[in-house]
């Protein structure tokens, strides 16, 4: 049974340590992980979480983007379990677009990312796959490479004025309904 877990928040070391790779991608602990954090990104209505985020420093995260409240206008997919991802290629178009973190609660930055990446993870099957993404969920992949590097979001904001409230973002963000 898949079960939440705790996320740590900024200020935790294990978000500032690199984080391993994965030898064995059948281990049955590593599986469990993945379940976890797929049921984890559900419930915290996140669009991707990386395994240092429930403080287990290993090469994996899940991209998970979808509408929800607090991305409304994100693009729906099928949520994927990426093992030792890397980054082999990308444009040289960098775009500013707002993010958020679930491990620094009630901020959100424009953050300068790629628009489009050609990327390389093993599936929780542990087959390689190749992919080029684009836009939002390139900025998802990035944002979560980040944090198997020890970085945040906040670590790429040009300026502190990119920063605002949740609640600020969700006021300029959400078309209000017709009531
Ligand atoms: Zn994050």
């Known amino acids: 049974m ?6 740590v928040e900024l200020g935790n070391p294990v978000l500032r340590q690199t984080a391993a790779a994965i030898a064995d991608p059948q281990d049955p602990a ?9 049921h984890t990104v559900t419930l915290s209505n996140g669009v991707g979480i990386a395994a240092p985020q429930v ?5 994996l995260f899940i991209v998970a983007s979808r509408p ?18 890397k980054i082999l290629a990308h444009n040289d178009e960098l775009e500013k677009g707002w993010e958020g973190c679930l491990s620094v609660p009630g901020l959100r930055g424009m953050v300068p990312r790629y628009t489009e990446i050609e990327v390389e993870y093993w599936g929780r099957d ?8 684009t836009d939002f969920i390139a900025r998802i992949f990035q944002h979560e490479l980040d944090h198997l590097n020890g970085l945040v979001f906040l670590d790429r904001v040009e300026s502190t004025h990119d920063l605002i409230s949740e609640k600020e973002f969700q ?3 959400v078309t209000p309904s017709a009531n």
């Open 2 to 7: 898949a079960e939440p877990r705790p996320i």
């Open 126 to 133: 542990g087959k390689a796959t190749r992919q080029i993404l």
């Open 68 to 85: 929800n409240p607090r991305y409304p206008n994100a693009p729906e997919m099928e949520p994927t379990a990426m093992l030792n991802p």
């Open 30 to 38: 590593l599986q469990a992980l993945i379940d976890d954090l797929l």
């Open 55 to 59: 403080a287990e420093s290993l090469q």
């Open 171 to 173: 006021a300029r963000m």
